[in-house]
Structures are given as structure tokens and as C-alpha cells.
């Protein structure tokens, strides 16, 4: 049995300490796909965009 579902997200970033004195944060945004393969593990699929800074990005992840 395989199970596919849909995923929604919405996710913030902080990041201090870097060589520029100034702290950058985003807030991203994405819709994603998860293929569930029971003994096997997840197949995760996901693309979100840039609320402030823009971009779009792509991650596949397999999760045993």
C-alpha cells in the first residue's frame, strides 16, 4: 500500500552571526508532495517561494 498526499507550508528563517553586521531574515512559502513506501520509507517533494527576498527553490528528500 502507497499513500500519496499533499503538503503545505509556511516557514521562517533568522540568521545572526555572519560577516555582515546586519541579521537577515525570510519567510517562505510552498506546496509539496509526500510518497509514503510502507518498509521502505518517504519520498518528499517540495517547492516554496520567497515572501521578502523572492527566489524559488526545489528540494527532494528521501527519509528512510
Not at 507550508?9 to 512559502?29: H, I, K
Amino acid at each position: 500500500v502507497r499513500a500519496l498526499e499533499p503538503a503545505a507550508f509556511v516557514d521562517s528563517t533568522r540568521v545572526a552571526g555572519r560577516l555582515e553586521a546586519a541579521v537577515r531574515g525570510d519567510v517562505d512559502a510552498g506546496i509539496g508532495l509526500r510518497l509514503a513506501l510502507p518498509g521502505a520509507g518517504t519520498i518528499r517533494a517540495d517547492v516554496a517561494n520567497g515572501l521578502l527576498r523572492g527566489g524559488t527553490r526545489w528540494a527532494f528528500v528521501y527519509e528512510p
